[in-house]
């Protein structure tokens, strides 16, 4: 019998595609959160990503927190890779019967987000489908891009900011409960962590953001890197939100902050960071383990898969 994509699983089709297609001459490709093309003195930087209704959002998703994520997401891959964002080309798919007052809405808080951060709009393109979907194709400029394949052994392992709120948030708006803004904005308007990339960077060996779930990410830089990590749970700043588990909340996903590995050498400058927090150690068992106070924890999953 023939098999599906779901046999195949995400990074399995990721994988097919990388082979089939080969590895580019002058350029990084697939398999970080962003292309990087050496250029002149300095390294351009490309992503892209797609939210689609009722896939990645819910129907009634306010659009100008919309506008807000759909950047933020392309942002943080920049981000990841010790970039500022520079370009973008946006792509829209639109049901004709959509307000133009609602996309008035989306455009003005998507131009607010270009001009707060420097950002220039090129092109992009536009077409009809029942569904709203946004794909926004992002460039960006580093003089050093950091990678998830450059881990070593014996280095500390951080991560910012808080991490499950967008679960929470998540959770609460699929169930209709009351929940924080701080956890509903950081499900329906996450922000890229633009504003730690310069303290992050002279110290950072590898870096990844976390979309896809802690763990899931972590596992992205062991596996690049051919490394172990051990994660200390109680050292996660987690939300203090009581719908979810600390496990859903380090392998739901959609929290933007940074995962990095650092020098031990560092580890009193990278302290000292607002929002940076030690939390394990990476090493040659080629495993990610989870401790929670002693204990190995064994979850059922690691973080969210399309298939
Ligand atoms: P992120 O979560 O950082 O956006 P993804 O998990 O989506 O990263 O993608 C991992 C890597 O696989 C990236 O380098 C991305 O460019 C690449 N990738 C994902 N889907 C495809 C595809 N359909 N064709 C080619 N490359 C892909
Ligand atoms: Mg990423």
Known sequence: MDTTIKDLGEFGLIEKIKTLFGKPQDALGIGDDCAVLPFDKTNLLVTVDTLIENVHFFS??????????????????IVACGGYPKWAFLSLSLNPQTKTSQIDLFLESLQKCFANSNLELLGGNTTKDDKLSINITLIGETDKPILR???????????????????????????????SDECLNRFLAPKARLDLIEKIKPYATAMIDISDGLLQDAMHICTSSNIGMDI???????????????????????DYELLFCADKKYRNSLLEIK??????????????????????????KYGFRHF
């Open 60 to 77: 009634n998703h306010p659009l100008d927190k919309l506008a807000i994520k759909a950047i933020n997401i392309n942002i943080s891959d």
């Open 275 to 300: 929002d940076v927090k030690l939390i394990g150690y990476t090493n040659n068992s080629k495993k990610l383990t989870i401790y929670n106070k002693g204990k190995i924890l064994t979850p059922q």
């Open 149 to 179: 394949s450059s881990a070593k052994e014996n280095q500390d392992v951080y991560v910012t900011g808080k991490i499950g709120c967008a679960a929470c948030g998540f959770f609460a708006i699929k169930n209709n409960l009351k929940e």
């Open 232 to 254: 200390i749970l109680e050292n996660i700043n987690l939300c203090e939100s009581k719908y979810l588990s600390d496990i859903d909340k380090i392998t739901f996903g959609e």
